[in-house]
């Protein structure tokens, strides 16, 4: 059974930091692409945030450019978002998603991923 579940979310201050957990089972993790997105309130599901294949290619959205970062640990299956300087229009509900892609692609669309996680709430308010 494949799981993707996702963990870090809170209640942040703006200006403030948080690190996203995407612990995966059931998938060979080394050979999926982890992307991360998020759904604001009244919002539709945005397109990938940021993107980490598995040959190493990573990508991020202009909008969190310089602010967000991808990681993964292929020994620990876990894929990372971190997220610096928050502001209000970061607050979403955050989701991490798998695919496995031919090599040098990726995909921006959610469609295009095979697993996806419940998502976790991230909040950034004073």
């Known amino acids: 059974q494949v799981q993707l579940v996702e963990s870090g979310g809170d209640l942040v201050q703006p200006g403030g930091s948080l690190r996203l957990s995407c612990a995966t089972s059931?998938?060979?993790?080394?050979?999926?692409?982890i992307g991360w997105f998020r759904q604001a309130p009244g919002k539709e599901r945005e397109g990938a945030l940021c993107?980490?294949?598995?040959?190493?290619?990573?990508y991020i959205a202009d909008s969190v450019k310089g602010r967000f970062t991808i990681s993964r640990d292929n020994a620990k299956n876990i894929a990372y978002l971190q997220m610096n300087n928050l502001k209000p229009e970061d607050t979403a509900v955050y989701y991490c998603?798998?695919?496995?892609?031919?090599?040098?692609?990726?995909?921006?669309?959610?469609?295009?991923?095979?697993?996806w996680g419940q998502g976790t709430q991230v909040t950034v308010s004073s």
């Open positions: 998603a798998a695919g496995v892609f031919y090599r040098g692609n990726y995909y921006l669309n959610w469609d295009e991923y095979h697993y």
């Open positions: 059931g998938i060979s993790f080394r050979h999926y692409a």
């Open positions: 993107i980490s294949t598995a040959d190493d290619i990573t």
